[in-house]
């Protein structure tokens, strides 16, 4: 009873502390690998090339490391940057405290037991003509660490992002931006992107789920408001509405959504927009 209490009195979104496993596991794991792993400690610059061993990679403050064409395997940055240029192929990566990550021509493909391919947390990623996949999660998170005050930001073009339930996920303070891009939830109750309290713009782009296109949801009784701009940009729900705007027993949304220029929005349920548990859609 007390347990419920406290959800009952905070409204946290009932998914929230199953974004934090991910982040545990992988610290855990990259701990007990100190053997099989590379690490450039603080202030350190490293560029490897295709001849370089498959190894895990832990990038810390400051640090830089510059790929060409290398193979990595899972990858954790601290407060560094991780430049990843065409060829480069990856596993899954973390990036917290404000790193910065950009790929460009570069293929992420996440371990099966990974939830997400890209996992941000206050940090930032420009993703350029790459592909990131993950067969068994999420293809980008964008979020923020425990102790920081803003969130992720996201700026993809010309890419291609498929995640297994979730394509992107953006939760709040956030914001991620789409040109030119697929974004699809690949499983038959998948999301295109999910919002929670953040935001997302797409131009020129194709948001498809194998449930709704685009969830608008909310983090707390504070980042309840979830905006959504589409451009030049088609949405598809496969087994549902294109757009969601969802609340429950935990909380309900506020979303802000604009749909210029000949963006087309398409429900395989024969709508469009779907409003649920006390939210409202403007």
């Given at each position: 009873?007390?347990?419920?209490?406290?959800?009952?009195l905070?409204?946290?979104?009932?998914?929230?502390?199953?974004?934090?496993?991910?982040?545990?596991?992988?610290?855990?794991?990259?701990?007990?690998?100190?053997e099989?792993?590379?690490?450039?400690?603080?202030?350190?610059?490293?560029?490897?090339?295709?001849?370089?061993?498959?190894?895990?990679?832990?990038?810390?403050?400051g640090?830089?490391?510059?790929?060409?064409?290398?193979?990595?395997?899972?990858?954790?940055?601290?407060?560094?940057?991780?430049?990843?240029?065409?060829?480069?192929?990856?596993?899954?990566?973390?990036?917290?405290?404000?790193?910065q990550?950009?790929l460009?021509?570069?293929?992420?493909?996440a371990?099966?037991?990974?939830?997400?391919a890209?996992?941000?947390?206050?940090?930032?990623?420009d993703?350029?003509?790459?592909?990131?996949?993950?067969?068994?999660?999420?293809?980008?998170?964008?979020?923020?660490?425990?102790?920081?005050?803003?969130?992720?930001?996201?700026?993809v073009?010309?890419?291609t992002?498929?995640?297994?339930?979730r394509?992107?996920?953006?939760?709040?303070?956030?914001?991620?931006?789409?040109?030119?891009s697929?974004?699809?939830?690949?499983?038959a109750?998948?999301?295109?992107?999910?919002?929670?309290?953040?935001?997302?713009?797409?131009?020129?782009?194709?948001?498809?789920?194998g449930?709704?296109?685009?969830?608008?949801?909310?983090?707390?009784?504070?980042?309840?408001?979830?905006?959504?701009?589409?451009?030049?940009?088609?949405?598809?729900?496969?087994?549902?509405?294109?757009?969601?705007v969802?609340?429950?027993?935990?909380?309900?949304?506020?979303?802000d959504?604009?749909?210029?220029?000949?963006?087309?929005l398409?429900?395989?349920?024969?709508?469009?927009l779907?409003?649920?548990?006390?939210?409202?859609?403007?």
């Open positions: 009873m007390y347990a419920m209490s406290i959800n009952a905070f409204k946290k979104h009932p998914l929230a502390l199953a974004l934090q496993v991910p982040v545990v596991g992988f610290c855990m794991l990259a701990a007990s690998v100190v099989a792993r590379s690490e450039l400690h603080p202030g350190m610059e490293r560029t490897i090339g295709q001849d370089h061993r498959q190894d895990d990679w832990v990038i810390g403050k640090a830089h490391l510059t790929s060409n064409g290398a193979t990595l395997k899972q990858s954790r940055v601290s407060a560094g940057k991780m430049t990843l240029n065409a060829g480069t192929y990856a596993q899954d990566i973390h990036a917290s405290g404000g790193s990550l950009t460009s021509g570069t293929t992420v493909v371990r099966s037991s990974s939830a997400f890209i996992n941000l947390q206050s940090s930032q990623a993703i350029h003509g790459s592909t990131i996949t993950n067969h068994n999660g999420v293809g980008i998170y964008a979020g923020r660490s425990p102790l920081a005050e803003g969130g992720s930001t996201v700026n073009f010309n890419s992002i498929n995640g297994s339930n394509g992107a996920f953006s939760a709040g303070l956030s914001e991620m931006n789409f040109t030119g697929e974004i699809n939830g690949t499983d109750d998948g999301v295109g992107i999910l919002l929670w309290g953040s935001t997302a713009t797409a131009t020129d782009s194709r948001i498809s789920g449930a709704n296109g685009v969830v608008l949801s909310y983090e707390n009784d504070d980042l309840n408001t979830s905006t959504l701009i589409l451009d030049r940009t088609s949405v598809e729900g496969r087994n549902g509405a294109a757009l969601l969802e609340g429950d027993d935990y909380g309900s949304t506020e979303a959504i604009h749909v210029r220029n000949g963006s087309t398409t429900g395989s349920n024969g709508t469009i779907e409003v649920t548990g006390g939210s409202f859609a403007n």
